[in-house]
């Protein structure tokens, strides 16, 4: 079974609009973390955000924010006013906590997300 | 630092030859992981090293796959007798290795094998 979903192979927006990004996620461990990356097509992985499993708030991090939740195992990123450069693939990842001492990411498969002008 | 640093970006080799890639994590990162990544996938986890110790390796590393990390620092994935099917994307990441931190990863070193 998937543990991270991510439905959406690709979104448009206009740009200066917000875009929901959507992402389920699957997890026995009581704690875990939920990452965005950004992935231009230069293929490094970005960082955008982070939520804990016990954060009590959802995450902001400039025109990023992301809707925690927790009873529906969603974590969707919420990019606002929308520019050319957000034009990208985006990733949900996930760590579990208890699985062993690895700390590995796992993957959805990615959204693809272009702002038109 | 300025960051995770892959060498090479690109590499196309012929099936059977063997290739070597570089990545050198930042600094004072303990951990480091190798992530394959194919057209339209995400990223698959191969294997992770704390410092120099190599603690967990993929189902999907088969034997023709190698992984050092010697004195904790820069690391080498090899690939012996490439296949069509080890074209991909090859990233790394490093990271601190608590729960809540995230793992930075280098430009990727894309390997074609023709």
């Known amino acids: 079974a998937q543990k991270i979903t991510q439905t959406q192979p690709g979104m448009f927006v206009q740009e200066k609009e917000a875009v929901t990004l959507d992402c389920t996620y699957d997890?026995?461990?009581?704690?875990?973390?939920l990452f965005w990356y950004k992935q231009p097509s230069s293929g490094e992985m970005i960082f955008l955000i982070y939520q804990g499993s016990y954060d009590q708030q959802n995450a902001t991090e400039g025109r990023y924010s992301l809707n925690f939740q927790k009873a529906r195992k969603s974590a969707n990123l919420v990019i606002s006013a929308s520019q050319l450069g957000d034009s990208a693939m985006y990733f949900c990842?996930?760590?579990?906590?208890?699985?062993?001492?690895?700390?590995?990411?796992?993957w959805g498969l990615g959204t693809s997300l272009a702002v038109n002008p | 630092d300025t960051g995770v640093s892959q060498d090479p970006r690109h590499k196309i080799t012929k099936r059977g030859q063997n290739v070597t890639f570089r990545c050198d994590p930042i600094?004072?990162?303990?951990?480091l992981y190798w992530y394959r990544q194919t057209l339209g996938q995400g990223p698959e986890f191969l294997t992770y090293?704390?410092?120099?110790?190599?603690?967990?390796k993929s189902r999907l590393l088969s034997d023709r796959f190698s992984a050092e990390r010697p004195k904790g620092s820069f690391s080498t994935l090899e690939i012996q007798r490439t296949e069509q099917g080890d074209s991909a994307m090859y990233l790394c990441a490093s990271s601190l290795g608590s729960l809540n931190t995230e793992a930075f990863f280098g430009q990727g070193t894309r390997l074609t094998v023709v």
């Open positions: 997890t026995s461990d009581p704690s875990y973390g």
């Open positions: 090293f704390q410092n120099e110790a190599q603690l967990e």
């Open positions: 990842a996930m760590r579990e906590g208890d699985a062993g001492n690895n700390r590995k990411l796992i």
């Open positions: 600094s004072e990162h303990n951990r």
